[in-house]
């Protein structure tokens, strides 16, 4: 499993485009956002991944904090 952590509005800028072509090629990704304040559901860039069968979550929801 390839697991990409995020914070920010452009650390998703910057790696929206290599997990959803690493997804495309079948490759086991997933994207854990460190900032428990950003808002997941929101993000147009991570629905994005989402829809396209992706997870996307906090990691705190994922690992015990």
């Not at 499993?1 to 997990?19: A, C, G, K, Q, S």
């Not at 994207?31 to 069968?53: A, E, I």
């Amino acid at each position: 499993m390839y697991l990409f952590f995020v914070r920010e509005f452009n650390d998703i800028d910057h790696i929206t485009p290599i997990v959803w072509r690493m997804g495309q090629d079948n490759y086991p990704v997933a994207v854990y956002c460190l900032n428990p304040q950003y808002d997941l559901q929101g993000d147009y860039r991570l629905s994005f991944l989402k829809k396209h069968g992706i997870p996307v979550k906090y990691i705190f929801d994922v690992f015990s904090r």
